[in-house]
């Protein structure tokens, strides 16, 4: 079990450039979350994808931002534009229903993180 | 909205001895989880230990035990002969029982452990 993937663990990208950001979930996971963790600051909720519907998406910006779970393939999060503020480590995580109890344990893959220049 | 607070951003603690990180939170649910995330300058996030809001035990895995006190919404860590390998960041954690809400973490704790 290979876990949650994420790639690139790195990116650099200059201002108004894309960034794309992939996570791969575990394997049988079929919810996906993005967090944002902005410097000495916790993470932070953007996005709850179940594959092919976005479930929840309170905490993504309302502009240059998006996030997809495709049927088949790995959930993308797209950042249009990027400025530096953009610059952060971006988490997936994915969750299952562990022992039928409906507890959402997230594993967290191991992050991406984007540096704007 | 449920909210979690950590109130120390950083802490400290000799090698061998015992540290407990704080953690509260704000809910209007009866019952929910809460769990406790390391994440050590790797970035990636592992679950340290997990709490049932309904399961009045405290949870415990190995050196790792929590206070939990459902009244004062208080969900303390307690790390036990601390080793090296416990330096990071630890995140407070909350979720709700039912439905597929997100995970609301705290702002981390920085744990220092010194030899």
């Known amino acids: 079990n290979a876990g949650v993937m994420q790639n690139p663990r790195h990116l650099v990208r200059r201002r108004g450039q894309e960034a794309r950001l992939r996570c791969s979930p575990m394997?049988?996971?079929?919810?996906v979350y993005w967090y944002r963790q902005l410097p000495e600051e916790g993470l932070k909720f953007m996005v709850y994808l179940q594959k092919e519907n976005i479930i929840d998406e309170s905490g993504m910006p309302k502009e240059r931002f998006s996030a997809e779970f495709p049927k088949e393939g790995p959930s993308i999060l797209r950042i249009q534009q990027v400025v530096r503020g953009d610059s952060a480590a971006y988490f997936c995580a994915s969750s299952w229903f562990p022992d039928g109890s409906g507890a959402n344990v997230l594993t967290f893959g191991a992050g991406s993180r984007l540096t704007v220049l | 909205a449920q909210t979690v607070t950590q109130s120390q951003p950083e802490m400290s603690v000799q090698e061998a001895e015992t540290v407990t990180l704080s953690c509260t939170y704000d809910?209007?649910?009866?019952?929910?989880?809460l769990f406790w995330y390391k994440q050590p300058p790797s970035r990636q996030m592992i679950l340290v230990i997990r709490q049932e809001a309904y399961k009045q035990q405290n949870a415990t895995e190995n050196r790792f035990s929590v206070n939990f006190q459902k009244a004062a919404k208080s969900f303390s860590l307690k790390i036990s002969d601390s080793q090296l390998g416990d330096a990071a960041m630890y995140f407070c954690?909350?979720?709700?029982?039912?439905?597929?809400?997100?995970?609301?973490f705290g702002a981390g704790t920085r744990l220092t452990v010194k030899p």
């Open positions: 394997k049988g996971h079929s919810h």
């Open positions: 954690a909350y979720r709700t029982l039912l439905g597929d809400n997100d995970m609301r």
């Open positions: 809910t209007s649910e009866s019952d929910y989880y």
